[in-house]
């Protein structure tokens, strides 16, 4: 798989039918291994080891609606109160980050009210912090921490 700009980090990997499956820690189980699952995969450990995200509070491609039609997220990161503290939307490196990934982001965002965005294709790394008072969104540096 191509190198991507995150630290290095260790995956347990396996080839099924000669196809290969990574080891997702969040879903507990192996899935198969594309190049916006390597995408996906850094990005958690990202969040766990480089940024000390409690896993417990992680979840990953999971379904909701928007607007009566069925989406799914990547990543999402909750506050202990259930809110969501960061949405993420993970894209295959060969995949350009331009206008329309931020406005699909912003689509899934109307329905689930995250404080931050990111959008990575592991290459390139966007955050942005909601301003709903304004109705848009302030690109910022980096990743906030976060509080416990």
């Avoid at 191509?2 to 969040?26: A, C, G, M, R």
């Avoid at 990161?77 to 993970?90: A, P, R």
Wanted: hydrophobic letters at 35%; aromatic letters at 14%; glycine letters at 2%.
């Amino acid at each position: 798989m191509q190198q991507l700009l995150f630290p290095s980090y260790s995956f347990t990997l396996k080839n099924k039918e000669n196809k290969p499956y990574i080891f997702d820690t969040i879903r507990k189980k192996y899935v198969r291994l594309t190049p916006e699952e390597w995408v996906r995969q850094h990005t958690l450990l990202f969040l766990m080891e480089t940024h000390h995200y409690p896993k417990s509070l992680i979840n990953v491609e999971k379904e909701f609606m928007v607007n009566g039609t069925k989406k799914r997220y990547d990543i999402v990161v909750y506050n202990k109160d259930g809110s969501i503290f960061l949405m993420i939307e993970c894209k295959s490196p060969t995949i350009t980050i331009n206008q329309e990934t931020f406005d699909q982001i912003a689509r899934y965002n109307l329905q689930l009210d995250a404080t931050y965005l990111m959008v990575t294709n592991g290459l390139n790394h966007y955050y942005c912090q909601m301003d709903y008072n304004n109705q848009r969104y302030t690109f910022v540096r980096e990743l906030p921490t976060f509080d416990l």
